[in-house]
């Protein structure tokens, strides 16, 4: 039978089977008037190669199964436990993608936009954002937000982060403000900060974090992955504009320092 005709009754492509005599899968006929000459050894051969491979076996297994004189050796016995293990990741891969999927859906259900951060945190840059006025304030606030995004999409943020931003008083929302317009201002006059101030920001920093968190911070504090929290930092002050990343480091530094002594007591 010529190569149209062999594909066709193993519901295969002509291309495929020079395919596999190529890598040596399927032996090449002998030629007939010109043309591959195929038997029905090869249309048994070629059946079995394409069952194997729909059920997931990767070609080169495939050859060394079919050419195996004991079918019922251990070694074939290996190669198929390999590939259910290979389709059993395989399906838990594609479960996490359904579960990201699904949580997709209902982020855009219940807050309308798509984001890797938690919805608190999102309304709160928006909030932040509309409310600036000034240039120079909205790239703070856009800077950010874009490095909180970063870290939650490559799992660098604790998640227990979100809980400084639930439940934001009116209070709250303006001193969050106003520390944005002092940022932006300082950014703007290039000042180059010392130490002691640089270590009040960082104060402040933390204490507003205890004055959000309130009574819930020992607790809260205690359940962070330090390792995760190292990350978030390292990626903060990589990020930071070169002028203030002395800053970022020492505000980070507290916010580490704050996390571990939450663990020892």
């Not at 005709?5 to 395919?19: C, H």
């Not at 950010?144 to 660098?156: C, I, S, V, W």
């Not at 204490?207 to 990626?235: C, F, H, K, N, T």
Request: hydrophobic letters at 40%.
């Amino acid at each position: 039978m010529r190569i149209a005709e062999l594909a066709d009754l193993t519901d295969t492509t002509v291309r495929t089977i020079r395919y596999y005599h190529q890598i040596g899968l399927l032996p090449v006929p002998a030629c007939q008037d010109g043309f591959r000459d195929y038997d029905l050894s090869h249309l048994a051969r070629l059946a079995r190669i394409r069952w194997l491979a729909r059920a997931g076996i990767a070609l080169v297994t495939i050859g060394a199964m079919l050419d195996d004189p004991d079918p019922a050796s251990g070694a074939i016995r290996a190669d198929l436990r390999a590939a259910v293990d290979a389709v059993d990741e395989q399906m838990r891969r594609l479960q996490g993608q359904r579960d990201r999927l699904t949580g997709l859906i209902d982020t855009v259900d219940t807050d309308g936009r798509l984001s890797p951060m938690p919805v608190a945190m999102a309304r709160f840059y928006d909030r932040m954002q509309a409310g600036a006025t000034d240039p120079q304030t909205r790239r703070v606030i856009r800077r950010e937000r874009n490095f909180l995004e970063l870290a939650f999409y490559r799992g660098d943020m604790p998640p227990e982060s979100v809980l400084a931003y639930e439940g934001l008083t009116e209070a709250s929302l303006a001193e969050s403000s106003a520390l944005f317009d002092e940022i932006a201002d300082r950014v703007r006059r290039g000042e180059r900060l010392e130490q002691p101030e640089m270590d009040a920001i960082a104060t402040a920093v933390v204490d507003r974090i205890a004055r959000r968190l309130g009574g819930d911070m020992p607790r809260l504090v205690r359940s962070i992955d330090q390792e995760v929290a190292q990350r978030a930092v390292d990626l903060y002050v990589r990020l930071a504009d070169p002028g203030q990343r002395q800053l970022a480091r020492v505000i980070g530094d507290a916010v580490l320092t704050t996390i571990e002594k939450g663990h020892a007591s």
